[in-house]
């Protein structure tokens, strides 16, 4: 009784596990994440008397065709991307709702998104950069699956008053093991790392005057 009762099982976990592999085939399908932080709400008032524009960062990756990838354990793979499809955008966005809410002095400020080259004219600073790599990875594997994401980020702002320009390098790296997987995982990854590189772009400047300035 024992050994067969010790056979029904072993074939109740086999049957488990093809299940499982065949259910985590992948199809290549796309999709889309929202990767922007959420901003604490913490200002009250109106916002300082300075314009800020942030243009969407230029895309420097090698792939832009998406943000990351899920390799499956039954094969195939599912790919992810910002929703509307432009890290660039989406960066920028984040950048300005941070700032709009909770920058320098934990107060808000008058920063918003437009078009590169318009919507300038009577700013103060002018906020752009660059994305040189914004990528998460996860790879399932039996039981559990690991997620590895990476952000380099230049931020670079320049001052219209006296063409001055500061510029900062921000570079982050997570992991983690999820047991069952869903694209949320893969946003809060993300989200996580742009937050940590807003954070530190903030904690690295000052305004002074109507300008931005770095901190050290």
Not at 88 to 96: K, N, P, S
Not at 163 to 179: A, C, I, P
Not at 182 to 209: C, H, N, P, W, Y
Request: positive net charge; proline residues 3%; hydrophobic residues 40%.
């Amino acid at each position: 009784m024992i050994a067969q009762g010790c056979r029904i099982a072993g074939q109740v976990c086999i049957a488990v596990g093809l299940a499982l592999l065949w259910g985590c085939a992948g199809t290549g399908e796309m999709v889309s994440l929202n990767v922007q932080p959420q901003q604490p709400f913490v200002q009250s008032g109106q916002p300082a008397p300075l314009k800020i524009v942030i243009e969407p960062f230029e895309d420097r990756r090698a792939d832009k065709t998406k943000i990351g990838q899920r390799t499956h354990l039954g094969g195939g793979v599912t790919n992810f991307n910002v929703s509307g499809g432009s890290p660039g955008v989406t960066i920028a966005e984040a950048l300005a709702e941070a700032l709009r809410w909770r920058g320098w002095n934990r107060r808000g400020w008058d920063a918003r998104v437009v078009q590169s080259g318009v919507g300038v004219s009577g700013a103060d600073i002018v906020i752009g950069g660059d994305i040189q790599d914004f990528y998460a990875n996860a790879k399932s594997r039996v039981f559990n699956t690991k997620l590895t994401g990476e952000s380099r980020l230049v931020i670079r702002a320049k001052n219209m008053a006296d063409d001055s320009s500061t510029q900062r390098n921000l570079q982050g790296e997570q992991s983690k093991l999820v047991f069952w997987f869903t694209s949320e995982d893969v946003e809060t990854l993300m989200s996580g790392l742009l937050q940590d590189g807003i954070e530190r772009f903030i904690a690295d400047t000052k305004i002074e005057g109507r300008a931005l300035k770095s901190a050290k």
